[in-house]
């Protein structure tokens, strides 16, 4: 039976350590704020920021939500992120995607200052990933999986890591920041020719292939880590992962769950990303 690397334990960690960090800012006279900018009423959107304000409001991370009716214009958007860009009380911005298709939303993304970028909208954000330099922070998602082999010290030093996918969001960034913790990585995609044969001799593997169980038994060596970042809906309306859970599990020697894993790491990522900025301008 593999080791389940549960997002809950990550976490609360990542929580105790944030709600001291804010107190020691807010000593300082500086409160960590995000700006939670939202065009219409999308079901996802909402969801995701009520667990956001939720994870923000436990560590004492204010809250300022701006929401934009979906009919918005290109102008009226735009001023919205200028305005926030040049507001000091706020340290953060997450600003949800995609946005209605009337809106250019290259151009909405790239007013957004990347210093304020917490979840990697921006180029400048995503540059900084690949470079280690620069202002702005990888994308949160990709930053949980980092989270979660951290707490449970997985070292990846030296370690053959493999990532199915390459978007982005999550595959491209993940490597990087593989890349830049020491592992030797190779990234699989659609065009893989025979990726099992590729994923079986790795010691890491994370998947993000955006596809319900596409990581199956034989993708799988005994005492693998894997991570799945997949959130997929199967035909009994239950989550699932990537992953193949039930034959996969019995076979590696550590596994993330789906529900329970790296989507509950996501917003103290994000939480995280607000804490960092806000140290920032002291």
Same mark, same amino acid.
């Given at each position: ?23 020691? %800012? ?9 700006? /939670? ?10 969801? +995701? ?16 939500? &701006?929401? %934009?009716?979906?009919? &918005? ?14 507001? $000091?009380?706020?340290? !953060?911005?997450?600003?949800? @995607? ?13 007013? %957004? ?20 330099? !620069? $202002?702005? +922070? ?7 999986? /980092?989270?979660?082999?951290?707490? +449970?010290?997985?070292?990846?030093? !030296? ?14 960034? &993940?490597? =990087? ?14 065009? #893989?020719?025979?990726?099992? @044969?590729? #994923?079986?001799?790795?010691?890491? *593997? ?12 034989? +993708?799988?060596?005994?005492? =693998?880590? /894997? ?13 699932? !992962? ?8 019995? *076979?590696?020697?550590? /596994? ?10 996501? #917003?103290?990522?994000? *939480? ?11």
């Amino acid at each position: 039976m593999a080791n389940l690397l549960k997002g809950k334990d990550v976490a609360d960690a990542l929580t105790a350590k944030m709600t001291d960090d804010v107190a020691a %800012l807010k000593a300082k006279g500086v409160t960590p704020t995000i700006a /939670i900018l939202r065009v219409g009423e999308r079901p996802d959107d909402l969801s +995701y920021e009520k667990g956001a304000v939720k994870r923000a409001e436990s560590v004492g991370v204010g809250v300022k939500s &701006v929401v %934009l009716d979906a009919e &918005v214009t290109q102008a009226e958007l735009i001023k919205a992120v200028e305005t926030l860009n040049a507001d $000091k009380s706020v340290h !953060g911005v997450l600003m949800f @995607s995609p946005l209605p298709k009337h809106l250019d939303e290259k151009a909405v993304r790239a007013a %957004l200052a990347p210093e304020k970028d917490v979840d990697c909208l921006t180029e400048g954000s995503l540059g900084s990933v690949f470079t280690g330099n !620069g $202002k702005g +922070y990888a994308p949160c998602t990709a930053q949980a999986c /980092i989270e979660i082999l951290d707490h +449970y010290g997985i070292d990846v030093t !030296g370690k053959r890591a493999v990532v199915v996918g390459r978007s982005l969001v999550i595959g491209k960034p &993940v490597a =990087q920041l593989l890349l830049a913790k020491n592992a030797t990585v190779t990234t699989c995609h659609t065009k #893989t020719v025979d990726m099992p @044969s590729v #994923t079986r001799g790795a010691e890491i *593997i994370i998947v993000a292939a955006g596809k319900a169980g596409a990581v199956t038994a034989d +993708y799988v060596s005994p005492g =693998q880590v /894997i991570i799945d970042v997949g959130i997929n809906v199967n035909a009994e309306g239950k989550l699932c !992962g990537d992953v193949d859970f039930a034959a996969v599990e019995p *076979i590696v020697g550590a /596994i993330t769950p789906v529900p329970g894993g790296v989507g509950s790491v996501t #917003t103290c990522v994000l *939480i995280k990303h607000v804490v960092d900025a806000a140290s920032k301008t002291l």
